[in-house]
T-cell receptor, first 112, second 111 residues
Protein backbone atom coordinates (compact mmCIF):
# COMPACT_ATOMS: atom_id res chain seq x y z
CA UNK A 1 0.00 0.00 0.00
CA UNK A 2 1.36 3.37 -1.05
CA UNK A 3 2.13 5.71 1.82
CA UNK A 4 2.00 9.49 1.67
CA UNK A 5 2.23 11.53 4.85
CA UNK A 6 1.71 15.23 5.40
CA UNK A 7 2.56 17.61 8.21
CA UNK A 8 1.20 19.50 9.93
CA UNK A 9 -2.36 18.20 9.77
CA UNK A 10 -3.76 21.54 10.87
CA UNK A 11 -2.22 24.99 10.76
CA UNK A 12 -3.49 28.43 11.71
CA UNK A 13 -1.54 31.51 10.72
CA UNK A 14 -2.15 35.22 10.25
CA UNK A 15 -2.20 37.28 7.09
CA UNK A 16 1.36 37.86 5.93
CA UNK A 17 2.64 34.84 7.79
CA UNK A 18 5.15 32.31 6.48
CA UNK A 19 3.97 28.70 6.18
CA UNK A 20 5.62 25.49 5.00
CA UNK A 21 3.61 22.36 4.33
CA UNK A 22 5.52 19.09 4.14
CA UNK A 23 4.86 15.91 2.23
CA UNK A 24 6.76 12.65 2.22
CA UNK A 25 6.14 9.52 0.18
CA UNK A 26 7.90 6.22 0.76
CA UNK A 27 6.88 4.48 -2.46
CA UNK A 28 9.78 5.47 -4.69
CA UNK A 29 7.32 7.36 -6.89
CA UNK A 30 8.77 9.85 -9.32
CA UNK A 31 5.80 12.20 -9.47
CA UNK A 32 4.48 14.34 -6.65
CA UNK A 33 1.68 16.91 -6.62
CA UNK A 34 0.23 19.63 -4.44
CA UNK A 35 -3.51 20.35 -4.66
CA UNK A 36 -5.91 22.57 -2.84
CA UNK A 37 -9.49 21.49 -2.26
CA UNK A 38 -12.25 24.04 -1.94
CA UNK A 39 -15.99 23.51 -1.97
CA UNK A 40 -17.36 23.75 -5.49
CA UNK A 41 -13.94 23.47 -7.12
CA UNK A 42 -12.82 19.95 -6.48
CA UNK A 43 -9.04 19.60 -6.46
CA UNK A 44 -6.93 22.22 -8.17
CA UNK A 45 -3.30 21.63 -9.02
CA UNK A 46 -0.84 24.09 -7.50
CA UNK A 47 2.58 22.61 -8.38
CA UNK A 48 3.98 19.25 -9.33
CA UNK A 49 7.33 17.59 -9.78
CA UNK A 50 8.70 14.57 -11.57
CA UNK A 51 11.91 14.23 -9.62
CA UNK A 52 14.28 15.73 -7.10
CA UNK A 53 15.12 19.29 -8.05
CA UNK A 54 12.34 19.46 -10.64
CA UNK A 55 9.35 21.77 -10.33
CA UNK A 56 6.44 22.34 -12.67
CA UNK A 57 3.77 25.01 -12.41
CA UNK A 58 0.20 23.88 -12.00
CA UNK A 59 -3.09 25.63 -12.63
CA UNK A 60 -3.30 27.86 -9.53
CA UNK A 61 0.34 28.68 -8.64
CA UNK A 62 0.00 32.33 -7.58
CA UNK A 63 1.18 32.90 -4.03
CA UNK A 64 2.79 29.46 -3.73
CA UNK A 65 6.31 28.16 -4.10
CA UNK A 66 7.36 24.54 -3.96
CA UNK A 67 10.55 22.61 -3.64
CA UNK A 68 11.35 18.94 -4.19
CA UNK A 69 14.46 18.26 -2.15
CA UNK A 70 14.60 14.47 -2.57
CA UNK A 71 12.56 11.84 -4.31
CA UNK A 72 10.62 11.43 -1.06
CA UNK A 73 10.06 15.03 0.04
CA UNK A 74 7.98 17.78 -1.53
CA UNK A 75 7.32 21.08 0.25
CA UNK A 76 4.77 23.81 -0.37
CA UNK A 77 5.71 27.32 0.76
CA UNK A 78 3.42 30.25 1.40
CA UNK A 79 5.69 33.21 2.09
CA UNK A 80 3.00 35.86 2.56
CA UNK A 81 -0.14 33.98 3.45
CA UNK A 82 -3.50 35.52 2.61
CA UNK A 83 -7.04 34.59 3.72
CA UNK A 84 -7.77 33.39 0.17
CA UNK A 85 -5.28 30.58 0.80
CA UNK A 86 -7.43 29.14 3.56
CA UNK A 87 -8.09 25.67 2.22
CA UNK A 88 -7.52 21.93 2.54
CA UNK A 89 -4.21 20.95 0.95
CA UNK A 90 -3.48 17.50 -0.39
CA UNK A 91 -0.22 16.04 -1.51
CA UNK A 92 -0.19 13.09 -3.89
CA UNK A 93 2.31 10.85 -5.61
CA UNK A 94 2.23 8.54 -8.59
CA UNK A 95 4.62 6.11 -10.19
CA UNK A 96 4.14 7.50 -13.65
CA UNK A 97 1.86 9.88 -15.46
CA UNK A 98 -0.49 7.09 -16.51
CA UNK A 99 -0.95 5.67 -13.05
CA UNK A 100 -3.32 6.54 -10.27
CA UNK A 101 -2.33 9.01 -7.61
CA UNK A 102 -1.97 8.19 -3.94
CA UNK A 103 -3.08 10.95 -1.63
CA UNK A 104 -1.88 12.05 1.77
CA UNK A 105 -4.30 12.74 4.63
CA UNK A 106 -4.43 16.49 3.95
CA UNK A 107 -3.47 19.66 5.79
CA UNK A 108 -6.16 22.12 6.79
CA UNK A 109 -4.74 25.65 6.65
CA UNK A 110 -6.52 28.66 8.07
CA UNK A 111 -5.23 32.16 7.39
CA UNK A 112 -6.78 34.75 9.69
CA UNK B 1 -6.74 23.12 -21.53
CA UNK B 2 -8.80 20.24 -20.34
CA UNK B 3 -12.04 21.04 -18.55
CA UNK B 4 -14.10 18.55 -16.63
CA UNK B 5 -17.71 19.08 -15.61
CA UNK B 6 -19.16 16.74 -13.00
CA UNK B 7 -22.86 16.34 -12.29
CA UNK B 8 -24.76 16.36 -10.03
CA UNK B 9 -23.00 18.25 -7.23
CA UNK B 10 -25.27 16.64 -4.64
CA UNK B 11 -27.19 13.38 -4.81
CA UNK B 12 -29.44 11.72 -2.27
CA UNK B 13 -30.79 8.20 -2.81
CA UNK B 14 -32.44 5.52 -0.70
CA UNK B 15 -30.62 2.35 0.26
CA UNK B 16 -30.88 -0.20 -2.53
CA UNK B 17 -31.46 2.41 -5.22
CA UNK B 18 -29.01 3.14 -7.99
CA UNK B 19 -26.96 6.32 -8.24
CA UNK B 20 -25.37 7.77 -11.35
CA UNK B 21 -22.61 10.38 -11.45
CA UNK B 22 -21.40 11.79 -14.76
CA UNK B 23 -18.33 13.68 -15.92
CA UNK B 24 -17.93 15.29 -19.30
CA UNK B 25 -14.51 16.35 -20.53
CA UNK B 26 -13.27 18.48 -23.42
CA UNK B 27 -9.86 17.17 -24.51
CA UNK B 28 -10.28 14.43 -27.15
CA UNK B 29 -6.72 13.31 -26.36
CA UNK B 30 -7.68 12.30 -22.82
CA UNK B 31 -6.88 8.66 -22.35
CA UNK B 32 -6.74 7.94 -18.62
CA UNK B 33 -9.72 8.24 -16.33
CA UNK B 34 -10.05 7.74 -12.60
CA UNK B 35 -12.77 7.71 -9.98
CA UNK B 36 -11.90 8.55 -6.38
CA UNK B 37 -13.97 8.27 -3.23
CA UNK B 38 -13.53 10.65 -0.31
CA UNK B 39 -15.28 9.77 2.93
CA UNK B 40 -16.02 12.61 5.37
CA UNK B 41 -12.85 13.96 6.93
CA UNK B 42 -10.67 11.54 4.99
CA UNK B 43 -8.38 11.58 2.01
CA UNK B 44 -9.12 10.39 -1.52
CA UNK B 45 -9.02 6.70 -2.28
CA UNK B 46 -8.92 5.23 -5.76
CA UNK B 47 -12.15 3.52 -6.74
CA UNK B 48 -11.33 2.58 -10.31
CA UNK B 49 -9.08 3.51 -13.18
CA UNK B 50 -10.17 3.29 -16.80
CA UNK B 51 -8.15 3.52 -19.96
CA UNK B 52 -9.89 4.63 -23.11
CA UNK B 53 -9.23 1.29 -24.74
CA UNK B 54 -12.06 -0.14 -22.63
CA UNK B 55 -15.58 1.14 -22.29
CA UNK B 56 -17.04 -0.76 -19.40
CA UNK B 57 -15.38 -1.60 -16.13
CA UNK B 58 -17.05 -3.28 -13.21
CA UNK B 59 -16.10 -3.12 -9.59
CA UNK B 60 -17.69 -4.26 -6.38
CA UNK B 61 -21.18 -2.79 -6.54
CA UNK B 62 -20.50 -0.29 -9.28
CA UNK B 63 -19.90 0.09 -13.01
CA UNK B 64 -17.90 2.69 -14.88
CA UNK B 65 -18.91 3.56 -18.42
CA UNK B 66 -16.82 5.53 -20.88
CA UNK B 67 -18.40 7.08 -23.98
CA UNK B 68 -15.49 8.39 -26.03
CA UNK B 69 -17.69 9.82 -28.76
CA UNK B 70 -19.56 12.04 -26.32
CA UNK B 71 -16.52 12.48 -24.04
CA UNK B 72 -18.51 11.30 -21.05
CA UNK B 73 -17.55 9.17 -18.10
CA UNK B 74 -20.09 7.82 -15.65
CA UNK B 75 -20.06 5.99 -12.35
CA UNK B 76 -23.10 3.82 -11.64
CA UNK B 77 -23.65 2.48 -8.15
CA UNK B 78 -26.07 -0.38 -8.69
CA UNK B 79 -27.53 -0.82 -5.18
CA UNK B 80 -26.36 1.93 -2.90
CA UNK B 81 -25.87 1.33 0.81
CA UNK B 82 -25.09 3.78 3.62
CA UNK B 83 -21.38 2.97 3.40
CA UNK B 84 -21.36 4.53 -0.06
CA UNK B 85 -22.12 7.95 1.40
CA UNK B 86 -19.12 10.03 0.44
CA UNK B 87 -17.83 12.53 -2.09
CA UNK B 88 -16.88 11.14 -5.47
CA UNK B 89 -14.44 12.75 -7.88
CA UNK B 90 -13.56 11.93 -11.43
CA UNK B 91 -10.09 12.74 -12.77
CA UNK B 92 -9.00 12.91 -16.39
CA UNK B 93 -5.53 12.86 -17.90
CA UNK B 94 -4.09 13.02 -21.39
CA UNK B 95 -0.89 11.42 -20.09
CA UNK B 96 1.01 14.67 -19.66
CA UNK B 97 1.57 14.40 -15.88
CA UNK B 98 -1.51 16.50 -15.19
CA UNK B 99 -4.80 15.26 -13.88
CA UNK B 100 -7.90 17.46 -14.07
CA UNK B 101 -10.50 16.76 -11.42
CA UNK B 102 -14.23 17.28 -11.48
CA UNK B 103 -15.75 19.44 -8.76
CA UNK B 104 -17.13 16.39 -6.97
CA UNK B 105 -20.48 14.81 -6.13
CA UNK B 106 -21.62 14.54 -2.52
CA UNK B 107 -23.64 11.33 -2.30
CA UNK B 108 -25.91 10.59 0.63
CA UNK B 109 -27.51 7.17 0.96
CA UNK B 110 -30.51 7.12 3.25
CA UNK B 111 -31.20 3.88 5.14
Amino acid sequence: EAAVTQSPRNKVTVTGGNVTLSCRQTNSHNYMYWYRQDTGHGLRLIHYSYGAGNLQIGDVPDGYKATRTTQEDFFLLLELASPSQTSLYFCASSADRVYEQYFGPGTRLTVL
Amino acid sequence: GEQVEQRPPHLSVREGDSAVITCTYTDPNSYYFFWYKQEPGASLQLLMKVFSSTEINEGQGFTVLLNKKDKRLSLNLTAAHPGDSAAYFCAVSAGNYKYVFGAGTRLKVIA
